[in-house]
């Protein structure tokens, strides 16, 4: 897989593009103007994993309760601006790290201006988000439609305004629900410009349903080489979202933090309770960060052989399994032992593996 390269942007300490790994974001589902609960979260997305956060700025007292949250907060903070181009400025002095704006709805040209004059004075990025949801009307009409040019083309008009102001601190992103309109847009942009691109299905729906929609849509454009940073978007606790991404960017080797899970789809010979047995293997997994494969199998068929592959592996037999750690049989364990005991070894693994990286 040959990666796009683009120009490279900073958010707070986290770069985007370039040779940078691509980052996982997510966005708080917080009322910003609670600053206690905005940071309780920030912290629990910093715990699953997440590298950069935006939040919501409807109004003055979201922008005035910025300052308190970009001094604790310790995930870099994004700005999500619409409409009014006054709440970017606060936000800006404020503290952010990076702004979002939405061209379909911020197309005030002096306030674009002094946006960009802001930004440029401390440092910070601005994101182009295209959204099909609220794509400019001119755009929609000029191209017959939601296309992927009138997606593009949207981006590259807003770039083009920011670059006017010499502002070329400048990343893009043309969201669609539709997976494969997100797919052709984001083909289309990253043939036309060198920009570093964020990636993301808008809208995707729930845990389950969002997170094959971000994967199609996501992991297609990944394994093009394109994106530099992504956001699955799921109606779910945003830290879902985090895990999706980890798990998109797993699926394709991009990046290794935390396990991966492999379980077989159980069948007639299962003879332990497989699905209760994975399901909390899974959950206990979410708090471990060091990459690692864990294998949970059913039978003697192919237990055995991918227990012994992983890094990690029980395999099922008669109401008991077989502990496998790095190709070698740990001990035979009763169902009732065996997820304690895995952990307990997983423990161990994260342990040295921290040793290590000191
Ligand atoms: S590993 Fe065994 S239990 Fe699991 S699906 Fe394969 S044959 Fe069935």
């Known amino acids: 897989m040959i990666r796009k390269k683009t120009r490279q942007v900073q958010v707070g300490g986290v770069m ?8 996982v974001q997510s966005m708080n589902t917080t009322d910003t103007a609670d600053i206690a609960a905005t940071l309780a979260q920030i912290k629990e997305l910093a715990e699953a994993g997440c590298e950069l956060t ?3 700025v409807p109004d003055a007292t979201a922008a005035s309760a910025l300052g308190e949250i ?17 709440l970017a400025l606060a936000a800006i002095k404020n503290g952010v790290n990076g702004l979002r704006i939405n061209p379909g709805n911020l197309r005030d040209q002096e306030g674009l201006v002094q946006i960009a004059a802001a930004a440029r004075k401390r440092r910070i990025p601005i994101r182009v988000g295209v959204n099909s949801g609220s794509l400019d009307r001119r755009m929609i009409e000029y191209y017959g439609g939601i296309t992927a040019e009138a997606m593009a083309h949207s981006a590259l008009a807003a770039a083009r305004r920011l670059e006017e102001t010499g502002f070329e601190d400048i990343c893009l992103s043309v969201k669609a629900s539709d997976p494969g309109l997100t797919i052709s847009s984001y083909r289309l942009l990253s043939q036309l410009t060198d920009y570093p691109l964020h990636l993301g299905v808008t809208e995707a729906g729930t845990a389950w349903e969002g997170t094959i929609r971000s994967a199609v849509g996501i992991g297609t454009l990944l394994a093009e080489g394109i994106g530099d940073t992504i956001r699955v978007s799921l109606t779910a606790d945003p830290c879902e979202e985090v895990k999706a991404g980890y798990a998109i960017l797993r699926a394709l080797n991009l990046r290794q933090r935390g396990a991966v899970l492999v379980s077989c789809p159980t069948c007639g010979r299962t003879q332990v309770d497989m699905l209760k047995l994975v399901k909390e293997v899974e959950t206990r997994l979410i708090k471990i960060n060091t990459p690692l494969t864990v294998a949970v199998m059913g ?9 012994r592959a992983a890094d990690i592996g029980l395999a099922g037999g008669q109401g008991e399994f077989v502990l496998f750690k790095k190709g070698e049989i740990i001990c ?5 032992e065996a997820v304690d005991a895995l952990f307990s070894e997983i423990e161990k693994m994260e342990q040295e593996s921290g040793e290590q990286a000191q």
């Open 299 to 307: 039978c003697i068929v192919n237990g055995p052989g991918e227990a």
């Open 70 to 86: 970009c001094r604790f907060s310790i995930l870099p903070i994004i700005a999500d601006i619409h409409f009014d181009y006054r």
């Open 54 to 56: 935006r939040l919501a």
């Open 16 to 23: 985007i593009g370039g040779e940078a790994p691509i980052s």
């Open 332 to 336: 035979k364990l009763s169902e009732d």
